[in-house]
């Protein structure tokens, strides 16, 4: 509708080398908790590590909207987790936004797709 906040929907994929495994792995973990602690707008972090191979990620992001999104982006977090992060990627990592177009989730206002 016109005139209401859209949420930001977002995957990033990487890949680690794997002597940089752990460090990546304590970088994520503490970022995490940072984005949980002082985001309120991030409505969703989620870090998912591939079962095969345990180099490659996916991080899934939902941002209230899009002043949500640049506040997440602008943070000192997120300056100090790239800095730990990207020096173990074999390539830079990929960001890709999306839109909803289905869902089972219920329980948020606003979660139709095309909002």
């Given at each position: 509708?016109?005139?209401?906040?859209?949420?930001?929907?977002?995957?990033?994929?990487?890949?680690?080398?794997?002597?940089?495994?752990?460090?990546?792995?304590?970088?994520?973990?503490?970022?995490?908790?940072?984005?949980?602690?002082?985001?309120?707008?991030?409505?969703?972090?989620?870090?998912?590590?591939?079962?095969?191979?345990?180099?490659?990620?996916?991080?899934?992001?939902?941002?209230?909207?899009?002043?949500?999104?640049?506040?997440?982006?602008?943070?000192?977090?997120?300056?100090?987790?790239?800095?730990?992060?990207?020096?173990?990627?074999?390539?830079?990592?990929?960001?890709?936004?999306?839109?909803?177009?289905?869902t089972n989730v219920s329980n948020r206002p606003n979660n139709r797709p095309g909002q």
């Open positions: 509708m016109a005139g209401q906040r859209q949420e930001i929907r977002q995957l990033a994929y990487y890949q680690v080398r794997q002597q940089g495994l752990d460090k990546s792995l304590a970088a994520i973990r503490k970022f995490v908790d940072y984005v949980r602690a002082n985001e309120p707008g991030t409505l969703r972090y989620e870090v998912w590590q591939e079962k095969k191979d345990s180099t490659r990620f996916v991080h899934i992001f939902v941002f209230k909207d899009a002043e949500a999104d640049r506040t997440h982006s602008e943070s000192k977090a997120v300056e100090e987790f790239s800095g730990a992060l990207y020096p173990q990627c074999l390539a830079p990592v990929e960001f890709v936004d999306y839109k909803l177009v289905a």
